[in-house]
């Protein structure tokens, strides 16, 4: 029996191997058929999000959607000489999740410029001990910071203690002794100090934060709750440096205290300035939303106690804000102050200010009207900027920003401005999906530019410019982790949803995609849009299903490498077509025509665009049954046909565009 059964067992197996080994072995680098892919995958969190309700088809947020929010008060003193900050803050935790928490996590950025953790291509200009906690309490009890290791025994489940751990790592952990009950609040208080690194060493955004002790730029500088969300729970990546912001929107009152002369600008609204500023001053400040002029608040000659600020030895300015992700600030006792306002539409004049040291003024001289279109403008485009007020701030990082602050002079001013309305008013996941961040920016910022100069956007070209890119082993797909997007991380983030959005635009027109994600702005404004929100959104909104489109520009780093291989003219043209790479795209062909000769006839995919002159398309799916050839049928009469050019926009990867065109001869 059991040599029959071991008999049966090897047949089944060669069998299978021969099952196995019909598909001939490859000899060529382009297959004769492809698989196309047609939906998108669906990972754990988003399936999890579905089945909890939270988020669904419809690409809106769904009738179960929750999300955290954390109020900060915060009061901070910042010593010129140590370049130190000694804070103490406040948090309450509103625990809008309908599961309990049985820990907390903290991000500290800062640690970041310890000798002793990970860190991406940034280089700190400085080694510091990073963000030093000392206390810590959790509803009143005090939390052990520095707890001793408990013996475990196999079987045996210890009981958890309000303890933490990794407070030398960019994130920290609070182990709950009592959990936070859902749909409750908790209240942390954590006292702090952190040094701000200055010197010529420091390489990328936030690893610098000051110029030697003449002024400041604090960013991240702050013990923050992470972000807790209905995809994946507590965000627990850690923070490398290039990779930037994911965090709970909720109300921030900072109390930042510096020596009499230092100017202090932030997120938020002074609310004290007859505290800090001197009368004169003040009256500036309410002229500011008067004209569009730029107006001096202080000049060279004001600067300093009893000029621009009040007198004594050290001022308190407080500044609150509604609503955001983030605070940051900046401070200096030689600090440039103008002002002009913006008209934001449906919501009238807000001020902008400008903070600079005396020497860079001319990097400021185009600011104000630089800033005062980009909000005026990217509120037309999608939704009113929320904000009461924008501040642009000097200092060594030159291109960063935060709610209601762009660390930027006027060469990055309107890039920084437009990230106003995400993250900080859509909180997108940009340290895991940098496009829906920076990508889209890039993309608004092609808009913005054309529109300054009063011509028409065009984003022709930059679909075919992709496939310079596609096929590098550097390149991430759009949907790998931007935290660890290596060298590409640069084109991934950045470059490429520009690309992508042309090539939507020449499927579907590049109104129809601007209308579309204006509309997907304001359904997710102060909420936490995931990649599959804005597919299943977008989907809706150009009433298509696009997954196929969406799976190869987000999941993949294929092309389309069109061309024309072969044309039969006669009264009925056939031109075939050929796809070398794996994306599928539309087929569109721009025909042109004799200026004499038989009436043109009409095809129903076809559209005229001069008399002598069409365009024709052929959806996509033409290509979902794996061919890689396509012939494509003119049915247009005997009128000659004198050139046939295949995606004339540029709007789809391809490298070799030169075989896309065919001229008779």
């Not at 047949?11 to 299978?16: C, G, P, Q, V």
């Not at 475990?152 to 203690?161: K, S, T």
Request: aromatic content about 12%.
């Amino acid at each position: 029996m059991v040599s029959r059964i071991l008999t049966c067992l090897l047949f089944f197996t060669a069998t299978l191997a021969s099952a196995q080994t019909n598909l001939p072995l490859r000899k060529s680098l382009e297959t004769s058929r492809r698989a196309i892919r047609t939906d998108v995958p669906m990972t754990n969190s988003i399936k999890k999000a579905f089945a909890e309700g939270t988020r669904d088809f419809t690409g809106k947020p769904g009738p179960n959607y929750w999300q955290l929010q954390t109020d900060y008060d915060i009061s901070a003193s910042l010593n010129p000489r140590t370049q130190v900050i000694t804070g103490s803050e406040t948090i309450t935790l509103h625990n809008n999740s309908p599961v309990e928490m049985t820990r907390i996590v903290l991000k500290l950025d800062h640690n970041i410029f310890r000798a002793d953790v990970p860190r991406g291509s940034s280089v700190p200009a400085e080694t510091t001990d990073g963000m030093v906690v000392t206390r810590i309490t959790v509803n009143g009890e005090l939390v052990n910071l520095a707890p001793i290791p408990r013996p475990r025994q196999r079987g045996v489940r210890l009981a958890p203690r309000l303890e933490a751990s990794s407070l030398q790592k960019t994130v920290a952990f609070i182990t709950l002794a009592t959990p936070i009950p859902a749909n409750s609040k908790a209240t942390l208080e954590i006292d702090w100090n952190t040094k701000l690194p200055g010197g010529e060493k420091g390489n990328a955004h936030r690893m610098t934060q000051r110029w030697q002790q003449r002024l400041f730029q604090p960013t991240q500088w702050f013990p923050r709750v992470a972000k807790f969300d209905d995809l994946r729970g507590w965000k627990t990546q850690p923070y490398l440096g290039p990779a930037e912001f994911f965090n709970n929107f909720g109300r921030f009152d900072v109390k930042i205290t510096m020596p009499a002369g230092w100017l202090v600008s932030g997120t938020g609204v002074l609310q004290n300035p007859e505290e800090v500023l001197m009368a004169p001053i003040r009256e500036r400040i309410a002229k500011i939303t008067d004209s569009d002029e730029e107006i001096t608040i202080v000049d060279e000659d004001e600067r300093g106690a009893g000029k621009a600020t009040a007198t004594g030895d050290q001022l308190t300015w407080r500044f609150v804000a509604d609503q955001v992700n983030d605070f940051a600030w900046a401070t200096s006792n030689e600090f440039i102050w103008k002002a002009t306002r913006a008209t934001i539409p449906g919501k009238g004049p807000i001020p902008i200010h400008m903070f600079y040291l005396p020497e860079r003024a001319s990097r400021f001289a185009q600011a104000a009207e630089r800033g005062r279109h980009a909000l005026e403008f990217y509120s037309e485009l999608w939704i009113p900027y929320a904000f009461p007020q924008l501040t642009f701030q000097d200092g060594p990082s030159a291109g960063m920003e935060y709610p209601m602050v762009v660390n930027s002079n006027q060469g990055a001013a309107d890039h920084e401005i437009a990230h106003q309305w995400w993250p900080m008013m859509l909180g997108t996941n940009e340290t895991r999906y940098g496009w829906m961040d920076e990508g889209f920016n890039s993309y608004m910022n092609i808009l913005s530019f054309n529109h300054s100069r009063g011509v028409p956007f065009n984003l022709d070209r930059r679909g075919t410019s992709y496939a310079r890119v596609s096929g590098s082993e550097d390149e991430a797909p759009m949907m790998w982790n931007a935290n660890y997007g290596g060298n590409g991380y640069g084109y991934q983030t950045y470059s490429k949803a520009p690309a992508m959005l042309s090539m939507l635009g020449g499927i579907v027109g590049d109104d129809a995609v601007i209308a579309a994600m204006k509309k997907y702005t304001e359904v997710w404004a102060f909420k936490h849009p995931s990649p599959w929100d804005y597919i299943f959104f977008m989907n809706n909104e150009l009433d298509q299903n696009l997954e196929w489109f969406w799976y190869y520009w987000l999941w993949t780093t294929e092309s389309v490498e069109s061309s024309i291989q072969n044309v039969k003219t006669g009264n009925n043209t056939e031109v075939t077509v050929h796809q070398a790479g794996e994306m599928p795209s539309p087929v569109v062909l721009k025909v042109e025509f004799e200026t004499t000769g038989a009436a043109i006839k009409s095809m129903k995919n076809a559209e005229m665009i001069d008399e002598h002159t069409a365009i024709v398309t052929w959806p996509a799916s033409v290509w979902f049954n794996g061919d890689r050839t396509f012939k494509a049928r003119l049915t247009f009469g005997s009128r000659k046909i004198t050139k046939i050019t295949l995606d004339p926009g540029g709007r789809f990867p391809d490298r070799n565009v030169k075989d896309n065109v065919w001229k008779q001869k």
